[in-house]
């Protein structure tokens, strides 16, 4: 008898309330091993309010949160901390400290760690390498000496550095030109044929989303309307699934 495998993160009946407010309710899925799953929907819907509380970083309403088959009990959780070294995170704009240079801030994990200072800026190093820049040419630059497409491959190295085992992008290509955001699409793609990563990625992007997604879920009218392979949910009958997934069918 084969044992199922347990979800690296799973939202059993998740819901979202700020004061009287209700954001979302009752929202449940899995993100499985090894899969990348795309979180969407149009703006307003709650994705970002959802992420927060997927991270533990605040209270849900109502449901329970379980990150690699450890239910989580809220922000205060003591086993939060041991969990989070497993979750690498870009955040919306990269996020980098403008007074530090590339290779502090990608040696930040490591050294929150208190691993010695040298450990540290070697993991940075080859975590740059990894996103796609040479160390020695922008370790020692400031962030705003980056371009954009730099300055997203250094968050990334950033959120790759302790080799996670989920990899959190929130609209990673947000702000970059379509060349630069589909060289960055390429990098994420080779970095996970190489590691395996399991991805929650939070985008906008139809191009970044079809590039990478296994399986999308879309948020809409305070739910997660569907779930499935993007065949699946370009397909499904919905008006606000059919009005996001317009231009799905014209990319190239």
Not at 104 to 118: F, G, K, Q
Not at 196 to 220: C, K, P, Y
């Amino acid at each position: 008898m084969t044992t199922a495998a347990v979800p690296i993160l799973e939202a059993d009946g998740m819901s979202v309330r700020y004061g009287p407010q209700w954001i979302l309710r009752d929202v449940s899925f899995r993100v499985e091993a090894g899969e990348c799953l795309g979180l969407v929907g149009p703006s307003g819907t709650g994705k970002s309010a959802l992420l927060r509380h997927l991270l533990a970083l605040e209270q849900t309403a109502g449901g329970h949160l379980s990150l690699f088959g450890r239910r989580i009990d809220g922000p205060d959780d003591p086993v939060l901390h041991l969990l989070r070294r497993r979750i690498g995170i870009l955040f919306q704009g990269g996020a980098l400290f403008s007074a530090l240079d590339v290779l502090e801030n990608v040696a930040l994990p490591p050294r929150a760690m208190h691993l010695p200072t040298d450990w540290a800026n070697a993991m940075a190093r080859v975590a740059l390498s990894e996103a796609g820049l040479d160390p020695i040419v922008t370790g020692h630059k400031k962030p705003a000496e980056l371009s954009g497409g730099m300055a997203t491959r250094a968050a990334l190295a950033r959120a790759i550095v302790l080799g996670p085992e989920l990899l959190v992008l929130d609209e990673p290509t947000q702000g970059l030109d379509p060349p630069v955001a589909r060289a960055f699409v390429t990098a994420l793609r080779e970095l996970r044929h190489r590691s395996s990563s399991t991805v929650l990625l939070v985008t906008h992007d139809l191009e970044t989303l079809r590039a990478l997604a296994d399986r999308i879920a879309v948020l809409g009218e305070g739910k997660l309307l569907t779930i499935g392979t993007p065949d699946e949910v370009t397909r499904y009958d919905h008006p606000v699934v059919h009005d996001y997934f317009q231009g799905w069918r014209t990319l190239a």
